[in-house]
């Protein structure tokens, strides 16, 4: 593919944010680690390992529309309890959807999320979910978008919904630049120098992952993490190439029930039915340490 073909592919997929956001993120590859999470109640405690793969390409179709493609991977290496050996919590997730262009202001992005998660360690349908979202965004001046839509998934716990609202902003002097999208994500940061910036971001995260091994089963572990975390960014190869060192503070709960104790509904931070029995101690919060490499296409300025 012709430097001008994957050019003019990556516009029609951005072109809601083109004026606004400069740049696409297409691989992104994530290491994290909290040495020493405690457990409530009891003595203990675990190293948590957190691996993120993040691969995101788009294929054109015509001039407003494209396919989204990509994969992504995610491990998280912990122990449930004080008592056991660790488990491995994995998820392998498809992207494929559809980016269109309305006009110079308005764009929609629809994506589904096929997704296996679990342990790795058997099969069965309980190890499959479906997910997926609907976001639109609105350009409404040089520097300024905003966007909203809906995050949907069908996890162990049952049905999970995520409304969410955000914008994205960079000032006139291209120093400040702020992204969110809540509840889920915001990343405020400033450029002190031409390859470094100085910012903090907050994630938050809920998955459900299936136990297939013999002494986990018949059970699931309902995750729900936050993390608050401040970072230095460094540039190489004319800023196509982004690394990113955090350090910041993690709340973390990784909590194991029996398959069939599920909820209702649950709506962002809010669940809904019958209280569920835990099977593991619930976690304490901890200090969090990360590190982030980013390819990055940055979209030549009209």
Do not use: C
């Amino acid at each position: 593919m012709g430097k001008q073909k994957f050019f003019f592919l990556l516009l029609i997929f951005f072109s809601s944010s083109l004026i606004a956001q400069q740049y696409v993120d297409l691989l992104k590859i994530d290491q994290g680690q909290i040495q020493s999470a405690g457990f409530e109640g009891i003595d203990g405690t675990t190293l948590i390992n957190d691996f993120n793969v993040k691969l995101t390409y788009p294929i054109k179709i015509n001039d407003k529309r494209a396919i989204i493609t990509g994969v992504d991977y995610g491990r998280t290496e912990l122990k449930l309890s004080p008592g056991h050996g660790f488990s491995d919590l994995n998820s392998i997730t498809a992207k494929i959807g559809l980016s269109n262009t309305y006009n110079d202001k308005w764009a929609g992005t629809f994506v589904l999320l096929p997704k296996v998660a679990s342990d790795l360690k058997g099969s069965g349908k309980k190890n499959y979910q479906l997910g997926g979202f609907a976001m639109l965004k609105k350009k409404t001046s040089k520097h300024f978008l905003y966007k909203m839509g809906v995050y949907g998934s069908s996890e162990n716990f049952g049905i999970f919904v995520v409304p969410f609202f955000g914008f994205y902003y960079k000032s006139p002097n291209e120093k400040l630049e702020i992204n969110t999208t809540l509840p889920i994500y915001l990343d405020l940061n400033y450029k002190v120098h031409r390859l470094v910036k100085v910012g903090f971001d907050f994630n938050a995260l809920v998955r459900s992952y299936n136990l297939n091994s013999p002494e986990n089963q018949p059970y699931y572990v309902h995750k729900k993490t936050q993390e608050v975390l401040g970072y230095l960014q460094f540039g190489f190869l004319k800023n196509s190439l982004i690394l990113k060192t955090k350090l910041g503070y993690s709340f973390n709960n990784y909590e194991k029930y029996r398959n069939e104790d599920q909820l209702d509904f649950g709506l962002s931070a809010f669940e809904f039915g019958k209280e569920r029995t835990l099977f593991n101690p619930e976690m304490k919060n901890a200090l969090s340490a990360r590190i982030q490499l980013i390819y990055r296409y940055h979209l030549p300025k009209k």
